[in-house]
């Protein structure tokens, strides 16, 4: 046996230099040689359930950290399975670097077993990827890896090893580093025609997005929207880069958001689009939105600028030190601010629901100001998803972990499960829907394996919400394929697994539910059943334009509840 | 409306096929392709179509760009030195 170290040796001291803690992953056989090495490493290894568990997991911890997460899969199965975790940090710009094991060089493109040809299947989501084809390279491509993942637009990118690559020796140390890259600045006289025209508009309009917070740049936002004293509407992602407490923030646009958010993006005269990619999801019908609006947009990525709404002032570079130098004259905008602020008051939302059943709202808002500032939600995706972005409160962007562009039901549990590990001393608390629980559920046996303190609360109404009430909406309320009924009993299953479990019915019992919950020692499942036909209001029809929101009042009398 | 791209490859797994997925799904059609050899890199050059009027070439440039290891030149390459290739720019976004 040779002395020098093998390729899987080199990945796991390259991972070591590069700063890694803690990675998420599954074994099987073209990745032996790197869990042969990865045993005794000090690297701790997150041995999740389902690959897929892994990517969601690696994702998460990488969002609520700001480091670059890492998983691990092996050849075919194993790497299909983290697909959908590759797809989900690429449409939400997270730098996510995923290693899978593949086939003997000499049995690709045979039809190996287990071999697939995951580098030609992740081409269309991933920032960058390797083949790695030679041992020696393995410091140099990984070093490159996280570089890439992790600069300008972050993203995802996978490392694809060969087991003979993997097991051969090679005489390459593991010290290799990847030349930093440092953000464009952005130019100067940009600025200036940005300035010029905040200072010549009467309703100017914040829209922030995720890429704020990516771009180290929310507490210099928080101090230019102080500054200018203009208000704030976010994106789904964008959710926390200021307080939401702050009362210039008017709540997200776009189809599930505020009305005072979205009748301010429809009258506003300028958008300040920051980190945003003018979504659909955000802009409704694209040619009516923001209609009366000059529009500057800021981006560190050049193909966003005019991607979908032509801006007349274009940004590219560093976001932080975009927002830190605007300096703006603003003048003659305060009607303008009370239009916001009276809009926001007066569509502000209610708790006071009719009936003794448990509102999800309320119990959602009650639950974020009781965690207070530590507190960061891990959602699943559907009606409970927009729910929680309605209606908690957050801290901060991070605080935030939701799959957005993608919409991935099953990220919820392993997101929590990822963003535990990199937060221990946080409210960390996944917020699932009956749907997508069962979507990656096995992961609570990585809770109990570990015994990660993560809170769930899973809001049942027994059915795949969001789309039943599309169905019932625009489908005529043709009820097709989104009966659950027939769910497991959640707290036995979830107690099988280990965890504590308690169910709640009425609305009397959330406070105490809740602060149970949230003292809790070990992980813990609140499963809380509620009304089928509720519904999230406001809502902007699909394909609609975000002036014709639909809203459900009940007449009751208000702040009751 | 079709339009010319002068594109040069490093010689990396995949490179080729991440660019001409890239042009598809970005809504083009790609309707010639000349594959050349450069020395150490390789050269593409693509006639690309929108498939409809609101797909920007501009866009899809810039889409281009920030692919790794794969450079987007402004002219013909073969043309001969002192090409005017309006590289990245820095910009590795
Ligand atoms: C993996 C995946 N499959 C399907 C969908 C489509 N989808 C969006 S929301 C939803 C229903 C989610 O149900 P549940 O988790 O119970 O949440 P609820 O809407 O009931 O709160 C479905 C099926 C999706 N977003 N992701
Ligand atoms: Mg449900």
Redesign the interface.
């Known amino acids: 046996m040779s002395n020098e170290p093998t390729g899987a040796q080199l990945v796991i001291s390259t991972l070591k230099a590069l700063g890694v803690e803690t990675l998420f992953g599954y074994p099987g056989g073209a990745i032996m040689p790197i869990y042969d090495a990865l045993a005794g490493s000090g690297l701790q290894h997150i041995l999740v359930r389902h690959e897929q568990g892994a990517s969601f997991a690696a994702d998460a911890y990488a969002r609520a950290t700001g480091k670059v997460g890492v998983c691990m899969a092996t050849s075919g199965p194993g790497a299909t399975n983290l697909i959908t975790g590759i797809a989900n940090a690429y449409m939400d710009s997270v730098p996510l670097v995923c290693i899978t094991g593949q086939v003997g060089t000499h049995l690709m493109g045979t039809d190996g077993f287990q071999e697939v040809d995951i ?2 299947i992740c ?2 989501i991933v ?5 790695v ?1 030679n041992p020696a390279d393995i410091p140099r491509i990984l070093a490159e890896a996280f570089a ?1 993942a992790s ?3 972050p993203g995802p990118v996978l490392v694809d090893i060969p087991k003979d690559v993997a097991a051969a020796h090679t005489g390459t140390s593991s010290t290799a580093t990847f030349p930093a ?1 440092t ?2 600045e952005p130019d100067a006289n940009a600025i200036r025609e940005a300035e010029k025209l905040i200072a010549s508009a009467k309703k100017p309009l914040f829209y922030a997005g995720g890429g704020v917070e990516m771009g180290g740049a929310s507490p210099a936002f928080l101090e230019l929207v102080k500054r200018t004293g203009i208000p704030v509407v976010t994106t789904l992602k964008g959710i926390g880069v200021v307080p939401t407490t702050e009362e210039l923030y008017l709540g997200m646009l776009g189809m599930h958001g505020t009305r005072a958010a979205n009748t301010a993006v429809q009258e506003s005269d300028l958008l300040i689009a920051l980190g945003a990619r003018f979504d659909d999801r955000a802009t409704g019908k694209l040619n009516a939105f923001a209609p009366n609006a000059k529009i500057i947009h800021a981006d ?4 966003e600028i ?2 979908l709404r032509k801006a007349n002032v274009g940004i ?1 570079g560093n976001l932080k030190t975009t927002i830190e130098s605007l300096n703006p004259k603003v003048e003659g905008i305060q009607k303008w601010v009370e239009k916001c602020k009276a809009d926001k008051w007066e569509h502000r939302f209610r708790y006071n629901a009719p009936g003794a059943g448990v509102y999800a709202p309320a119990l959602l808002k009650l639950l974020s100001e009781k965690a207070g500032d530590k507190f960061i939600a891990a959602c699943d995706v559907g009606q409970h998803q927009m729910w929680v972005a309605q209606h908690c409160e957050f801290a901060n962007c991070r605080a935030h972990l939701t799959s957005g562009g993608s919409g991935a039901m099953g990220y919820g549990l392993p997101a929590g499960v990822g963003a535990k590990l990199a937060k221990p001393d946080h409210h960390v608390v996944t917020i699932s829907g009956d749907g997508s629980f069962m979507m990656n559920i096995q992961e609570m046996a990585t809770l109990n394996r570990y015994n990660i303190p993560l809170k769930i609360v899973l809001l049942d109404n027994s059915s795949l919400g969001l789309v039943r009430q599309w169905q019932e909406l625009f489908y005529q309320e043709n009820y097709s394929e989104i009966d659950l009924s027939d769910n497991p009993d959640f707290v036995v299953v979830a107690k099988a697994f280990g965890l504590d479990a308690f169910r709640i019915t009425h609305r009397h019992e959330v406070e105490g539910a809740v602060d149970r919950l949230l003292a809790a020692e070990g992980p813990t499942l609140l499963h809380v059943l509620i009304d089928p036909r509720e519904n999230v209001w406001p809502l902007v029809p699909p394909g609609a334009s975000n002036a014709e929101m639909m809203e459900e009042r009940w007449d009751e009398p208000l702040d009751s509840y | 409306m079709s339009h010319l791209i002068h594109i040069e490859l490093d010689r990396l797994e995949g490179s080729l096929l991440r660019v001409l997925g890239l042009i598809e799904r970005r809504g083009f059609h790609i309707d010639q392709m000349e594959l050349y050899d450069l020395g150490e890199k390789r050269g593409l050059s693509v006639t690309v179509r929108p498939r409809d009027p609101s797909r920007s070439p501009d866009q899809l440039g810039l889409q281009i760009d920030r692919l790794y290891g794969i450079t987007r030149l402004s002219a013909d390459p073969r043309v001969g030195a002192g090409a005017d290739t309006q590289a990245k720019q820095g910009i590795r976004a």
């Open positions: 580098l030609g081409l269309p920032k960058h990827s390797w083949l084809r890439i600069e300008g637009r890259w953000a464009p560190i990525d050049p193909a005019n991607k590219v």
